[in-house]
């Protein structure tokens, strides 16, 4: 199957810095991207899909300006925690969709202190 | 939009028992339902799928039914194994836009 990678695996920052997180798919182009995040025995919650070369569309109650989302390019898409808090800390998951299928990366779980 | 609704939240078995999980939607255009298993810390992964123009797909101990009329798809999966033990999430989706909304997920242990 198709194979989705994300970078870092963990993080942690102090609080009122800015964190990136990479998402890539390796063997696959990607138009669209989507990122999620999930807290504790919780389910995934989709924050944003990522369109590539334009703006990234954003479910309600997510911070556009908290949450910036860049998709340069097919193969790679970026979220960028600014100004974290320790309420942002959680595991941040993003997917990438082939044909009708959806791949997910391997998360990254940040930690604000 | 779609809401999808997942049961039980957890489910405890004796190995070799079979556990069932099911859920059902809301939205009568979603057309492509997949499965996904998620290990404690690690992605999900798709474990099994189905469209809405098939009834049942099985794949070795796991097979998933749609019952289009009545909004609902289930997992089973027989003969469990302790290497089982996972959260299951559902998911229900259009095909054309392809944003699947997630169930809640279901906490399967399965006990040597």
């Known amino acids: 199957g198709a194979v989705v990678s994300q970078h870092p695996s963990w993080v942690i920052c102090k609080s009122g810095t800015s964190v990136k997180i990479e998402c890539r798919s390796l063997d696959f182009q990607a138009t669209t991207m989507f990122w999620y995040r999930q807290f504790p025995k919780q389910s995934l919650m989709l924050m944003a899909t990522s369109n590539e070369g334009s703006k990234a569309t954003y479910e309600q109650g997510v911070e556009k300006d908290k949450f910036l989302i860049n998709h340069a390019s097919l193969t790679l898409s970026t979220l960028t925690v600014t100004s974290a808090h320790p309420e942002d800390s959680s595991f941040y998951i993003c997917s990438a969709s082939s044909r009708d299928t959806q791949y997910f990366g391997p998360g990254t779980r940040l930690t604000v202190l | ?112």
């Open chain 2, 1 to 112: 939009g779609e809401n999808v609704e997942q049961h039980p939240s957890t489910l405890s078995v004796q190995e070799g028992d079979s556990a069932v999980i099911k859920c059902t939607y809301s939205d009568s255009a979603s057309n492509y339902f997949p499965w996904y298993k998620q290990e404690l810390g690690k992605r999900p992964q798709l474990i099994i799928d189905i469209r809405s123009n098939v009834g049942e797909k099985k794949d070795q101990r796991i097979a998933v039914t749609l019952n289009k009329t009545a909004k609902h798809f289930s997992l089973h999966i027989t003969e469990t194994q302790p290497e089982d033990s996972a959260v299951y999430f559902c998911a229900a989706s259009t095909g054309g836009s392809y944003i699947p909304t997630f169930g809640r997920g279901t906490s399967l242990i399965v006990h040597p």
